[in-house]
Each structure stands twice: as C-alpha cells, then as structure tokens.
C-alpha cells in the first residue's frame, strides 16, 4: 500500500492554515489567497519525493509558496500595489478603529523594502525562527536577526508618526 497520499494528507493538515495566512496578507484578496495555496499544495504533491526531512515540511512549503507567488504576481509586484486603494471594509476587523489599524500597519509594511518585510512576515505570520527564515532567504541567521531588528525600527518609527496607531511592541524571538 501506498503511504504517499496519507502523508501528504497529512501535510495538508498540519499547513494549509500558516500558508493560507501568509497567502491572504500577501494577496489582501480571499480568492487568490485560497487559489496560491492549492497550487503550491498541486506543485507539493509533484514535488513529495524531494521533500527528505519531514520536519523540513513548513519551510519547504513556504518555499514554494513564495515562488509560485512571485511567478504569478511579479507583475505589479506587492510593494507596487497601491495601499490607498484597498477597501477597508474588507480587512478582517471588528470595529471601524481596528480597520484603520489594520490598514496603517499594512501601507507601513508595504513602505519596508523586501529585504525587511519578507522576514518579518515570514515570523511573525508563519511563526517560523531566524534559522529557519534564513534557510528559505538564502541567508544567515544572524543576518535574520539584523533584518527583523531594523525591520521593527523601520515600522515603529513610520507607525509611531501615523497618529493614532497604537504600538505594541512585542519581544523578538
């Protein structure tokens, strides 16, 4: 009997929620968000007899995320959309208050240049460490920590001048 489809269901299980989180904020739109999972859930399932490590699972489906985002998206890329545009009715919020959070915290993201932006989302949305982050970057840890660091600087400094935002730093991991 064939293990392959129960482990990749398996994988199904324990991912697609981190990976759909990720998706939805890079995308901002449900319906490319759920699609950009199933493909990078399709191209997964070519790719399971490349996947050696099971503990290696989130960081290589991650991987796969991000590439089949920048394959399908790289024209306009994220940090050419237009921030002004986006509705913020749509953003999932409770009150009128938490919607203009959200989107004062998503135009202060978007102003980060990538090399910042990428690897604090990538901890704070899908709860993965420096190592693991600097695996799928391509770069070392430490520098990792340089980035989240001057990331969080960059995003204070830009959301403590955007009156009203309320700043809660939380620890570094």
């Known amino acids: 009997m064939d293990s392959r489809p129960a482990q990749f269901e398996a994988l199904v299980r324990a991912h697609a929620s981190g990976l759909y989180r990720y ?16 493909e990078t859930f399709m191209r997964a ?24 985002h920048a394959r399908r998206f790289e024209r306009p890329r ?12 749509r953003l999932e919020s409770s ?17 980060l240049s990538t090399d910042y932006r990428e690897p604090l989302l990538l ?7 420096c190592e693991e982050i ?3 970057l391509g ?21 403590g001048s955007a009156g009203g935002f309320a700043w809660k730093a939380g620890g570094s991991r």
């Open 23 to 38: 998706s939805a904020w890079l995308g901002n739109n449900k319906e490319d968000a759920e699609d950009l999972v199933q």
């Open 45 to 68: 399932w070519k790719a399971m007899d490349s996947l050696r490590d099971a503990r290696a699972a989130r960081g290589w489906l991650m991987t796969i995320l991000r590439r089949e």
């Open 78 to 89: 994220a940090e050419d959309r237009r921030l002004d545009d986006l509705d913020p009715q």
């Open 95 to 111: 009150t009128d208050a938490d919607r203009v959070d959200v989107l004062t915290l998503r135009q202060g993201l978007a102003a």
């Open 123 to 129: 901890q704070v949305l899908g709860g993965y460490s």
């Open 134 to 136: 600097g695996v799928m």
């Open 139 to 159: 770069v070392k840890p430490g520098a990792v920590m340089t980035r989240l660091s001057r990331a969080r600087q960059k995003l204070r400094k830009r959301l």
